[in-house]
């Protein structure tokens, strides 16, 4: 069973509009959330986290915001950028920085057009 | 030099042969970590190591034997792997296993 589901398999948006990355989780006991971005023949590279006690965080062009109740959580790109154009992935732990490892979702590719 | 190296980046083997995945972190590290991705699947969790030792093998068949050395070394030895086994592997590293985890770039194994 899929703890962390990512529904849609890809996203495509027009470089300068905002790009919608969307998230659901299954295990309430989650508290710490990360994306990380994959570019082809790369490693996954860390993009930005949120812990549960947040409901959004900011890093320049990225947002996370996390809906406990909705056990649901979304990456926001504004402006996107051709650059941006990876496999993103969400993915989850129950505790920061304690035993528990992360649990990754399947990815969604985005590709922003010029 | 980046944060954690990954050697060889691609792997072509027969069924019979036996290979050694290499993972190196230069980060400090004390925990690290080999994922399986196969096309259009999650990535999969392999094996963990904390401090040299292993907190987890999550049912990996025995034809993958993980070795930790040390906090700064992870290697991944393979022997009769089988066609299904292809895949990228990729190592992370990590302060503590409920952090951050920082990626290698993968070797892309295909068995033949």
């Known amino acids: 069973d899929q703890q962390v589901k990512q529904n849609s398999p890809s996203l495509s948006v027009q470089e300068g509009r905002i790009s919608i990355l969307n998230c659901d989780y299954t295990n309430s006991m989650f508290d710490y959330f990360l994306w990380y971005k994959k570019y082809p023949a790369e490693g996954p590279t860390f993009l930005i986290s949120i812990s549960s006690i947040k409901d959004k965080n900011e890093d320049g062009r990225f947002t996370v915001f996390l809906n406990k109740s909705a056990k649901h959580l979304s990456l926001h790109i504004v402006p996107s950028q051709p650059g941006d154009s990876a496999v993103y992935f969400c993915?989850?732990?129950?505790?920061?920085?304690?035993?528990?490892?992360?649990?990754f979702g399947k990815g969604m590719k985005l590709t922003v057009n010029p | 030099e980046t944060g954690v190296t990954q050697t060889p980046r691609h792997l072509v083997m027969g069924m019979t042969n036996k290979k050694s995945l290499k993972c190196e972190q230069h980060?400090?590290?004390?925990?690290m970590y080999w994922y399986k991705q196969s096309a259009k699947k999650p990535l999969e969790l392999m094996f963990v190591?904390?401090?040299?030792?292993?907190?987890e093998n999550n049912s990996v068949p025995s034809r993958f034997s993980p070795e930790c050395p040390n906090s700064s070394h992870l290697f991944l030895h393979l022997h009769t792997l089988q066609p299904e086994d292809s895949a990228l592997y990729l190592c992370a590293s990590s302060q503590g296993q409920g952090n951050i985890q920082y990626f290698g770039a993968g070797t892309r194994l295909s068995v033949l």
């Open positions: 190591y904390n401090f040299k030792e292993q907190t």
């Open positions: 993915a989850a732990s129950r505790a920061q920085g304690g035993s528990e490892k992360l649990v």
């Open positions: 980060l400090g590290h004390n925990a």
